[in-house]
């Protein structure tokens, strides 16, 4: 029996998380597994890059754990002091 060997290339996806309501919680375009900014174990996603601008971080690119996805998120609070 012939198999095919599958495609493995990985889908990208840009999420703007200033158009995220509630605690930042969303959920991966892909596969729909939930990515929570609080989940610090990176047992639902890997960190992959990040892009620091004038010393704030302006982009964030992660993968899913579960289907690898490559998601770039954009849309963090500029100029706030915590």
């Not at 996603?45 to 992660?62: G, P």
Request: net charge negative; proline share 2%; aromatic share 4%.
């Amino acid at each position: 029996m012939m198999m095919k060997k599958l495609d493995k290339k990985t889908s990208t996806y840009k999420i703007d998380l200033s158009a995220i309501e509630e605690d930042g919680t969303f959920e991966c375009p892909k596969c729909g597994k939930a990515i929570s900014p609080d989940d610090e174990s990176e047992d639902n996603y890997q960190i992959l890059d990040t892009t620091v601008v004038n010393d704030e971080l302006a982009e964030l690119v992660i993968s899913c754990a579960k289907c690898k996805s490559t998601i770039k998120l954009t849309g963090f609070q500029q100029g706030l002091d915590a």
